[in-house]
């Protein structure tokens, strides 16, 4: 059963969450330094996504914004020293989607649900499952047969353990009644590395990091696991299409602010976040660098949105007894 916080429970239809804002609270933090902390290491999709709307949150906010990288225990770290700050609109977490299974993975030193408050959902991708061009398979058909003719034979890489990618093939795995090994990389650029090498058979991450290199041509894109197929690379199938019913598993970003940040500020923050995502550069630059489909959801919808992602990756974590590296 999904548990829902106060703060997860929807107040009717959001169609624009941030719009007739009432008055801001005195103390809005005009003119000082606000911290936007991302808990995963330069380079990465959740740190190019914030550096990307730094300069527009600071023109918007009419403060100096800065981008601090606080890497560490799958984002663990980052998301302590948020659920610690003060709740004066100083300081503000860009997550990824591993930050739904932290919970389930980890003893944290907060509360993920009490401590940290939703702002809003950026956006989703699905992920894409694929190989080196020199591999064999030529759909995902051929990978479970393979799978299945030699068990745990075939190899499939993450950015590591307890990652979406990791747990969504998991239930991958479980649903079709195959196997294949998991080898667990630290990030999106060893992963692929090894991938592109033939150290591993298959690989699983977001379309922000596979979907360069099936343009480049050295990446075979054999399954995507959304709901409707990516326009670039429209002839690959998604999972439900692939004989897996009801199965869809998006790559997301989100941010989070510390519990008991006043509305007001959450507000603000939210549309002068969601304006910069709506400039025409930078909604342009989301879709063909990183494959995000903005969604700019405010908190109730958010909240609802990250409920409903620890039930399901902490079920799977749980019912498989996957531990953190």
Request: net charge neutral; charged share 20%; aromatic share 6%.
């Amino acid at each position: 059963m999904i548990r829902l916080t106060r703060r997860q429970t929807l107040a009717g239809a959001l169609a624009s969450p941030f719009a007739s804002l009432p008055a801001l609270a005195a103390g809005w933090p005009e003119g000082q330094t606000i911290k936007v902390i991302v808990g995963l290491a330069p380079g990465g999709s959740t740190d190019a996504i914030a550096r990307l709307t730094q300069e527009g949150l600071q023109r918007r906010l009419g403060a100096n914004v800065v981008v601090e990288n606080h890497p560490g225990g799958d984002s663990a770290i980052g998301a302590a020293f948020v659920a610690r700050a003060a709740p004066d609109g100083l300081t503000w977490l860009n997550v990824f989607d591993s930050h739904a299974a932290l919970s389930s993975l980890r003893k944290l030193p907060f509360d993920i649900d009490k401590d940290l408050e939703p702002v809003m959902l950026i956006g989703v991708t699905p992920m894409i499952i694929a190989c080196a061009a020199a591999k064999p398979f030529k759909t995902f058909a051929d990978a479970i047969a393979a799978a299945k003719a030699k068990p745990e034979a075939i190899t499939f890489a993450s950015i590591g353990n307890g990652s979406l990618g990791h747990l969504g093939m998991t239930l991958l795995l479980k649903k079709g009644d195959f196997k294949m090994t998991h080898v667990p990389y630290n990030g999106g650029g060893p992963s692929m590395n090894a991938a592109l090498g033939g150290q591993v058979d298959l690989i699983i991450g977001s379309a922000a990091l596979v979907s360069p290199q099936v343009a480049a041509g050295a990446l075979r894109p054999l399954l995507q696991t959304g709901a409707e197929r990516l326009p670039n690379i429209a002839d690959t199938p998604t999972a439900k299409e692939a004989g897996f019913p009801d199965f869809v598993a998006l790559s997301w970003w989100g941010v989070f602010a510390p519990a008991k940040t006043p509305r007001a500020m959450i507000d603000r923050y939210g549309q002068d976040l969601r304006a910069t995502l709506q400039d025409p550069n930078v909604a342009k630059t989301l879709r063909d660098s990183q494959q995000v489909n903005v969604l700019a959801q405010g908190p109730e919808e958010f909240g609802k949105f990250f409920a409903e992602q620890e039930a399901i990756w902490g079920g799977v974590i749980r019912e498989n007894n996957i531990k953190a590296d």
